[in-house]
Every structure is written in C-alpha cells, then in structure tokens.
C-alpha cells in the first residue's frame, strides 16, 4: 500500500500564476479530501468527494479555488490566479468507509510570492 | 458548526513524564479520533474511538471517548524525544457528514 500520494512536494510560484495540486488516493477507498493548513487557521476542509462526487465544498475560500476528481484514482486542486494569501500547506486524505479515520498524503506547501 | 476546542494549546515538558490532552465539544460527536503529525508531515492516526465510554491503548498512548460523547482525552506515559510533534483530535459529529472535525492541535515539545 503506497498511501496517499501527492505531488509536487513543494511549488513556489508568482502571484497570478495557475497552480495545479495533485493527489491519489488509496485504491478501494472512495472518499476524498482536500485540507488547507496555515499556522493562523489550523486544518480547513476545503472540499470533499465520495465516488469521484463532490459532496460538499463549502470550504472552497473563492472561486479562484477549484477541485475535480475524474476517476477514483486522482484528484486536482487548482489556483487560478494565485495570491501570496493562498500560501499554505495543502494536503489531501482519502478514506474506505463514512465512519473511518483519514489517511493523509505528505502534503503540497506551496508558497505565493 | 460544530467545533473542537482542543488544550493545551502547547506543552512542553521533560522526558519521562506523562501527557495529558483533551478535547471537548458543545455537541454529540458519534466518533473521536486522535493523530499526530510530525514536521514536515501529514497527520498519522494514532487510536479512534467508536463507542461511548470506550477506552483504549496503543503503546504508551491510552485514548477515552467520553461517556457524554462530548469530549475526549490522550494520554502519553513516559515521554521520550520523538514524541515531539503535533497532536490533533478529531472527530464525527451528528448528521452523517461524511466529514471529520479537528480541532487546532497541541504542540508537544519534550527535553530530552
């Protein structure tokens, strides 16, 4: 079991440029999430999908934000136009069943300048 | 919504010595879950919890649903250097959300 991976590890990148967060999940698990963590606001569930569905992006700071899950085997989280404020550590987790915990990807810092 | 309000915010202490850590919540939360995220990491599960009153270990970490369902606690006995890290509690509330609540994390640091 390789986990939850995600890609890239690190991005930095110029205010306004499009940023691209990618994740696959577990294979089997058919719940997926997107998490924001910055020192101010802890963890931030930005948007969740359940059989490649989004359930609930309530989360989603702006519609700069975007997420899309095609198959039950990735995920995006796009940024476009980014702004240094979207400077955080991103990460995504994925789970088999509603009532389970998470399993975490290492996470995506990205830094805006 | 519903939130966990999570303390200490930080800890430091010596090793050797016992943790303790809580969370509680002003509504019924149906699952309580505890992780630990090391730098540079994502958060790990450490133990979850399913049933009020529930009482479980993992190593030197014991973990307690509460009987209200309303809180939670972790203890750590015996803390030693790789302990260090953030702990998070989090957890299902009411209404089948499919979405995990965490609250903000406690910061332990121990001195070796």
């Known amino acids: 079991d390789a986990g939850v991976i995600q890609s890239p590890r690190h991005e930095v990148t110029e205010m306004g440029q499009e940023v691209t967060l990618r994740c696959k999940p577990i294979?089997?698990?058919?719940?997926l999430f997107w998490y924001r963590q910055t020192m101010m606001r802890g963890l931030e569930l930005l948007i969740y999908f359940n059989n490649n569905v989004p359930i609930d992006d309530s989360g989603m700071p702006e519609d700069r934000f975007s997420a899309k899950m095609p198959n039950a085997s990735f995920s995006t989280l796009k940024i476009q136009p980014s702004e240094p404020r979207d400077s955080a550590v991103y990460f995504c987790?994925?789970?088999?069943?509603?009532?389970?915990?998470?399993?975490f990807g290492s996470g995506t810092r990205l830094t805006v300048v | 919504g519903q939130q966990l309000n999570q303390s200490p915010q930080s800890m430091f202490i010596q090793e050797g010595e016992d943790v303790s850590m809580n969370c509680t919540s002003s509504s019924i939360f149906n699952t309580w879950l505890w992780y630990k995220q090391d730098p540079g990491e994502g958060p790990v599960l450490l133990i979850a919890?399913?049933?009020?009153?529930e009482l479980t270990s993992n190593g030197r970490l014991t973990a307690q649903f509460g009987i209200t369902r309303k809180d939670s606690f972790l203890n750590i006995s015996a803390s030693i250097p790789s302990d260090v890290g953030i702990y998070f509690c989090?957890?299902?509330?009411?209404?089948?959300?499919?979405?995990?609540?965490f609250g903000q994390g406690t910061t332990l640091q121990v001195k070796p």
């Open positions: 987790a994925s789970r088999r069943n509603r009532g389970g915990g998470y399993t």
């Open positions: 294979s089997g698990h058919d719940y």
């Open positions: 919890l399913y049933k009020a009153g």
């Open positions: 989090a957890g299902h509330g009411s209404g089948n959300t499919g979405k995990l609540i």
